[in-house]
């Protein structure tokens, strides 16, 4: 089967339709990194690729986000995906949309203070293509942990029934988180990246070995810091559940981190275990 | 066919699955004014009885909301429904549940202004209550037509597949507005209220004759409050299609009220024409 590329609604429904008919098990992967959990797990995917305009607080990170369309589209096609569906702005937000869906609680602080209402957009957008595929499963990376606890509340909350599974966080060799951000680093700020990744599961393993947050987190921040990072926006300890802030590892947690390299964002995070050694969630 | 009651979702989805199965065409109507014309227009129709806390805005007005569910049941077995679910808050807001769809544009001013976070509540459960019983037609009454505008956008701009279908508005002999509020009206308050609709369709035929809007409707509030009304919140002219604010009457209109008599408030709307006389929605 080769890739089906659409970039309307009607045609999506169409085929959608015609897999419904034969029974078979649909996913939807909005990411390149959640595809092969899918290929793996559903009869047929279908892959988005959709520059959402809500999701970007300022202009200039909208302009600058990576746009690989036509490489988008070959990797998904040598992957094995089904069906690309590509809409355009006006055709997810025709005029007169009107419609914001916001989830309170696992939205909060991270990448939601520093991003006020991407976390709308996020489950706005992810709603609609729920919907507009109608998909048995879908499926989301853990890199973007806290997108996927929003993703999975909305759905839940709103009686969806495409069941949102969490896909492992893939890593380069080095342990840099796998992100369509990365392409933005100079080879300098390439070099200094994994140092994120690294201090992430140093901190995961003392806060598991006994150490308390507070110091564990502090130093931490000290160590991206003198890794070249310009800003740590933030570097936190939080319930895996509902991502309460945690002061003392008292449940299974993440410790989760977003900060900047020169020009570009980087966010990461890891499992926290209760007890023993810290082990990263693509492990 | 008799009546099925259910209480819980997983009942209600077997139930809905089953008529799936069959291929026939679902109607919910969330409303009894909106009873018969969704039995007149699908194959098996679900009503709901639900007292959503999330659309009132003061817990006077919840706590004071007329509860009939012995009656509303023998009444909807009588007319014919296949279905009645009645879930409570608990199975629709279980713990934890965080969120919240809004509708710009539709949802302000009018009832929007006088109840705040009312149209938040109603976009949010009827949202529900579409993905719940997964049906093709949706049928609300027009008495409520802001909330007839909101919920309509609502399930466009999200992709719900369901299809929103407005009720004329069913009157009482003397010209009053059915609604569950009607029965707290006493019985000297129950002799004024007809008066509402009355100013309604006057003012309504003036403005298509050519009146001027901001005098015909500084006349309607004077008399609805000589009428006996207490508190006339609004009376506006607004666009048929948009629900936005009109000076004149340049387009297809309706003119929406809400007004006090002693402590219950009704509310009520007629169409505009902007020609000939204004003719009532459920002539």
């Known amino acids: 089967m080769s890739l089906v590329v659409v970039h309307t609604l009607p045609e999506l429904r169409e085929v ?42 300022n202009a200039a990170d909208l302009a600058g986000y990576p746009r690989t369309y036509e490489s988008d589209v070959e990797q998904l096609a040598r992957a094995g995906a089904h069906l690309l569906y590509a809409p355009d702005a006006a055709q997810m937000y025709p005029a ?26 996020v489950a706005t957008v992810v709603a609609k293509l729920f919907l507009q595929t109608g ?18 509340r909305m759905a839940a909350d709103l009686d969806i029934p495409t069941r949102v599974i969490g896909c492992p966080t893939v890593r380069e060799a080095d342990g840099l988180a796998m992100s369509s ?30 150490d308390a947050a507070p110091s564990a987190i502090a130093r931490g921040v000290a160590d991206i810091r003198a890794a070249g990072f310009r800003e740590v926006e933030y570097l936190e ?36 275990l209760l007890r023993g050694r810290a082990v990263a969630a693509s492990e």
Chains 1, 2 share one sequence.
């Open 181 to 210: 951000r990365n392409a933005r680093l100079t080879p300098a700020e390439r070099g200094a990246a994994p140092n994120l990744a690294a201090t992430l599961f140093a901190i995961a393993e003392r806060l598991s070995a006994g």
């Open 237 to 272: 300890l939080r319930a895996e559940e509902d991502l309460r802030p945690l002061q003392t590892l008292d449940r299974p947690a993440r410790l989760l981190v977003a900060a900047w390299l020169g020009d570009t964002r980087l966010i990461d995070n890891v499992e926290v």
């Open 96 to 121: 007169g949309f009107a419609t914001t869906i916001s989830v309170r609680g696992v939205s909060e602080g991270l990448c939601g203070t520093f991003r006020p209402g991407h976390f709308d957009g």
């Open 135 to 152: 998909a048995d499963l879908a499926f989301f990376g853990e890199k973007d942990f806290q997108q996927l606890k929003v993703v999975r």
């Open 16 to 57: 959608v339709a015609s897999w419904r008919r034969e029974q078979l098990r649909i996913a939807v992967a909005p990411t390149m990194g959640a595809l092969h959990e899918a290929l793996a797990r559903a009869d047929r995917v279908v892959a988005t690729i959709f520059i959402n305009p809500k999701q970007f607080d």
